[in-house]
């Protein structure tokens, strides 16, 4: 088998590993939480808030940092030391005595994370560039899937085995994933070359990269693009109650419009990808960024669980050529050996939005309620679509 395709097929299961390991706490963080001794609903309610939002918020501030020192002295290296650091603190989260403890470590746990910009920027570089958007939308199907199943797992085994094996197991899958890392993966990185390089810090870094003008604006189309995402993820179980007729399977129904984007994505990433590398990568994101900002416009308006669901599955289909396709766009604007710093800076973008939409939407909500933010979700992706055209278009010719 050709090696960008063992790279590929190992880091998808890093990736899926990685991300479920991450969302699996999601759905029993509260139950946890009271474990560890916090009862008042309303305090539990805070430190879940915070605890998720902590890894969001360090991720920001040192993936660039990570993206630097991997140009530097290789991507393999940042998969490993991302990999396994990842596998310690979840482990020790199984350990913890107090909130303050496990607020700590999923600080610490966005810290070293960078599993996910390495691993892309890694494939970036190894995959031929006739198979760019194919293998991008693989692998961004890994990290869905991982999303998608991972608090599906967890609370699953969480019922079965209890909270803290759980974080035992889960550590040591992530492990698994970078020792197949360690000996299968193969990087083209020459540390002779980049040694030969000029060090510079990681503003100097944004800096070179902000003058290529295709960059910012690929940056900006994913902080736009989880923001409007994100926005509603929040809302949705509240609007399943109000459009559900009765209580019955209340809960499945809720989590079922949670999942069903992310399956009919990870369906699409993959093929949307390889017609990326046919038609051209600038068109199948536009073509995208219009298909889910008018997927929202019918969520708006839906009247029944089942309406919502069909408009969801949709969604999912165009945003699976969303981020993928954004990854193969700047691995070709960015200069060889910035790799890494650039898919690292996109990360940050990603947090960002992760950070800033379930915020706003909130706030949002209590003036314009949901159906008001699915609106404002649709405006802003279409926009996306008409800044896409005047940036990325207008600019194609325009070279490094």
């Known amino acids: 088998m ?31 939480l009271q474990e560890l ?9 805070i430190w879940a808030g915070v605890i998720f939002a902590g890894t969001f918020v360090t991720s920001f501030i040192f993936q660039p940092i990570w993206g630097r020192l991997a140009d530097r002295y290789g ?11 990842m596998a310690i603190v979840m482990t020790l989260m199984g350990f913890v005595a107090t909130p303050w403890h496990l607020l700590l470590l999923r600080v610490l746990n966005g ?38 199943l991972g608090p599906f797992i967890g609370g699953l085994a969480a019922d ?17 994933a970078s020792m197949l890392a360690f000996f299968l993966v ?18 100097k870094g944004l800096d070179q990269l902000r003058r290529i003008p295709q960059l910012p604006s690929l940056f900006t189309v994913t902080f736009l693009i989880q923001f409007s995402i994100i926005s509603s993820m929040p809302l949705l179980p509240l609007f399943v109650q109000q459009i559900h007729n009765g209580t019955e399977y209340l809960a499945f129904f809720a989590g079922l419009v949670g999942s069903v984007t992310g399956f009919s994505n990870m369906i699409a990433s993959p093929l949307l990808g390889r ?12 073509i995208s960024l219009i298909g889910a900002g008018l997927s929202f416009i019918p969520q708006a308006m839906v009247t029944n669980i089942w309406q919502l669901l069909a408009a969801r599955f949709l969604l999912g289909i165009f945003l699976g050529g969303l981020l993928p396709t ?48 699915f609106v404002v979700a649709a405006l802003l992706l279409l926009l996306n679509a008409v800044w896409v055209k005047r940036t990325l278009f207008a600019r194609k010719s325009v070279g490094h």
Do not use: C
Not at 111 to 139: D, R
Not at 161 to 169: T, W
């Open 186 to 203: 193969t990087d083209r990185f020459d540390p002779a070359e980049a040694a030969r390089k000029p060090s510079i810090s990681v503003m």
């Open 326 to 373: 954004v990854n193969s766009l700047i691995r070709l604007h960015t200069p060889d050996g910035m790799e890494s710093r650039a898919f690292s800076f996109n990360t940050s973008s990603l947090s960002l939005g992760n950070m800033l939409g379930p915020i706003v939407g909130g706030v949002l909500s209590g003036w314009i309620t949901i159906r008001g933010i």
């Open 275 to 286: 017609y990326g590398d046919k038609l051209g990568a600038e068109r199948i994101l536009r």
């Open 75 to 85: 991507r393999k290296m940042m998969l490993l030391r991302s990999g396994i650091g």
């Open 160 to 176: 079965w085995f209890g909270f803290r094996p759980l974080f035992y197991v889960t550590g040591a899958l992530i492990f698994l």
């Open 2 to 32: 050709q090696k960008w395709k063992i790279n590929l097929i190992v880091l998808w299961f890093g990736q899926f590993m990685v991300m479920s390991g991450m969302t699996m706490i999601v759905p029993f963080m509260s139950l946890y």
């Open 37 to 45: 001794g916090v009862t008042d609903p309303h305090q539990v309610s």
């Open 111 to 148: 810290t070293i994370s960078g599993f996910v910009p390495a691993a892309t920027a890694l494939i970036s570089t190894t995959t031929p560039k006739e198979k760019m958007g194919y293998a991008m939308g693989t692998l961004q199907s890994g990290v869905l899937a991982g999303s998608i």
